[in-house]
C-alpha cells in the first residue's frame, strides 16, 4: 500500500448516516482506528440527530443539517481538548447517529388479567391489547440512560421495557376510571390518552415519548363472555313462549327442507308438531289468555266448577312406502278411502310420528280395523 493510501484512510472528510432498516434507533458511526479530519462535513439528515463521545464524556449534539467540524462548530469538544482557533490537526472521536422518527404499529398487551371492580358485574378481570409509538426527543439523555456503548441499538432493545410500563400505566388507568366493563369500547380513545399521557411522563426521564397510543381490544375471561352472552340471548328472546313456538316453526320449515335427512319422517313430524301447538293456542283461546282469565267477574264467587275434560286425541297423521318412495302425510279418512280402493293393503308399509320404524298396515292396530270392515269380495258369477 502507498503513502498516500495510507495517508487517505486516516482520515474521514464526509460523516453520515443512511438507515434502511425501520427499527434502528441508534447507531455509531464505524471509524475502527480512523481519525476525524478537522473541517471534515458532518451531514445529519431529517429525523436524525449526531451526537459526540469525547474521552467518555458527552460532547456535542448536532441536528439536522450540513456542518463543518471546526472549532466554531463544536464549543464543547473546543472545551474539552482546550484547543485554541489554529487547531488544524485530526481528532479521535465516537460518533453516533441517533433516530428521531416515529416509530410506529409497535405491540402491547396484557399478559396476565387486569383486576378490577366493575360497578355492573363486581369484581372482574379484563384483559387488553393494541398498537403505540414512540420517538427519541432528547437524544443526549436518550444516549446517557438507555444506549451507553452499544454500537447498534435497536427498538427491540427498548419496547421490552416500554411494555412494563404500559401494563402498569394502564391497569393503574383502567382499574380507576369507574368505567363500566360494558362502557370502555365507546371510551378507549379518551382512556388511550390518558395512558399515553401517563407513560410519556416515565419516558420523559429516558429522553423519549409516546405520541400515539391505542386500545384495540379490551376482553372479559371466556367464562364471563358465556355467560354475557346467554344473557343477551335472553334478552333477545323476550317472551319466552313466543320465542318457543317461534322455534318450533323454524324446527317445522327447516324439517320440510331437508327431504334427505328423513323425507316423510321430518314432513310428518313437523305437522305433527304443528298439529299439537295449534291445540294448544286453541285451549288458550284468541288472545293466548287462559279460559279461567276470561270468564266474567261475577263467576269468581261461585263454586269451583268441575275440572274440564282433557283435549281429545291428537289425531295421527301416515306415511305410505312404496318402491322406494313415500307419500303423505294422510288423515285416518284418508287411508279408509285408500284402503276401500284398495291402494292401501295389510302388507303396505306406513308410519306415523312416535312409531318404532316401518311396519305394514295390517300390524298396526289402528290401520287393521280398515281391512276388517270391509266387505267380503262378491261371489262368482254375480
Given amino acids: 500500500m502507498g503513502i498516500l493510501d495510507f495517508l487517505s484512510g486516516q482520515f474521514i472528510d464526509v460523516i453520515h448516516w443512511t438507515d434502511d432498516s425501520r427499527d434502528t434507533?441508534?447507531?455509531?458511526?464505524?471509524?475502527?482506528?480512523?481519525?476525524?479530519?478537522?473541517?471534515?462535513?458532518?451531514?445529519?439528515?431529517?429525523?436524525?440527530?449526531?451526537?459526540?463521545?469525547?474521552?467518555g464524556q458527552m460532547a456535542d449534539v448536532f441536528t439536522p443539517g450540513l456542518y463543518m467540524l471546526e472549532t466554531n462548530n463544536m464549543p464543547i469538544m473546543t472545551s474539552l481538548q482546550h484547543?485554541?482557533?489554529g487547531f488544524q490537526s485530526p481528532f479521535k472521536s465516537e460518533i453516533y447517529f441517533v433516530n428521531t422518527n416515529r416509530f410506529t404499529d409497535l405491540k402491547w398487551g396484557t399478559k396476565n388479567p387486569v383486576m378490577l371492580r366493575d360497578p355492573e358485574f363486581g369484581?372482574?378481570?379484563?384483559?387488553?391489547?393494541?398498537?403505540?409509538?414512540?420517538?427519541?426527543?432528547e437524544p443526549a439523555r436518550f444516549m446517557?440512560?438507555?444506549v451507553g456503548t452499544d454500537g447498534e441499538f435497536t427498538t427491540d432493545e427498548i419496547t421490552f421495557q416500554i411494555r412494563n410500563i404500559i401494563v402498569q400505566e394502564s391497569s393503574r388507568v383502567m382499574a380507576?376510571?369507574?368505567?363500566?366493563?360494558?362502557?370502555?369500547?365507546?371510551?378507549?380513545?379518551?382512556?388511550?390518552?390518558?395512558?399515553?399521557?401517563?407513560?410519556?411522563?416515565?419516558l420523559a426521564d429516558y429522553g423519549m415519548m409516546m405520541p400515539e397510543f391505542y386500545i384495540e381490544n379490551i376482553s372479559l375471561p371466556p367464562a364471563v363472555e358465556a355467560a354475557l352472552d346467554k344473557r343477551t340471548s335472553m334478552g333477545l328472546a323476550g317472551d319466552l313462549g313466543k320465542f318457543t313456538q317461534y322455534s318450533a316453526a323454524e324446527a317445522m320449515t327447516a324439517a320440510a327442507q331437508n327431504p334427505a335427512g328423513g323425507g316423510g319422517m321430518g314432513a310428518g313430524l313437523g305437522m305433527g308438531m304443528g298439529?299439537?301447538?295449534?291445540?294448544?293456542?286453541?285451549?288458550?283461546?284468541?288472545?293466548?289468555?287462559?279460559?279461567?282469565?276470561?270468564?266474567?267477574q261475577q263467576q269468581l264467587h261461585q263454586a269451583p266448577a268441575a275440572s274440564a275434560p282433557p283435549p281429545p286425541p291428537v289425531e295421527h297423521v301416515w306415511h305410505i312406502a312404496r318402491s322406494g318412495e313415500t307419500t303423505g302425510p294422510f288423515s285416518k279418512a284418508d287411508m279408509g278411502r285408500k284402503a276401500a280402493s284398495g291402494e292401501l293393503t295389510r302388507d303396505t308399509h306406513v308410519w306415523t310420528p312416535g312409531q318404532d320404524g316401518w311396519m305394514t298396515a295390517g300390524d298396526v292396530r289402528e290401520l287393521a280395523q280398515l281391512f276388517t270392515i270391509l266387505p267380503p269380495p262378491p261371489p262368482p258369477g254375480v
Wanted: hydrophobic share 45%.
Fill in 25 to 55: 434507533l441508534v447507531w455509531r458511526f464505524e471509524r475502527e482506528g480512523h481519525e476525524i479530519k478537522y473541517g471534515a462535513k458532518l451531514t445529519v439528515r431529517e429525523g436524525q440527530a449526531a451526537v459526540f463521545i469525547h474521552e
Fill in 83 to 85: 484547543w485554541d482557533h
Fill in 123 to 137: 369484581p372482574t378481570r379484563i384483559r387488553a391489547f393494541g398498537t403505540y409509538s414512540v420517538k427519541v426527543t
Fill in 144 to 146: 446517557t440512560e438507555i
Fill in 176 to 202: 380507576g376510571s369507574g368505567i363500566p366493563v360494558l362502557d370502555m369500547a365507546a371510551n378507549t380513545g379518551d382512556m388511550g390518552k390518558l395512558i399515553a399521557a401517563k407513560v410519556s411522563e416515565v
Fill in 275 to 296: 298439529m299439537a301447538m295449534a291445540n294448544q293456542m286453541a285451549q288458550a283461546g284468541p288472545w293466548g289468555a287462559a279460559p279461567q282469565q276470561q270468564q266474567p
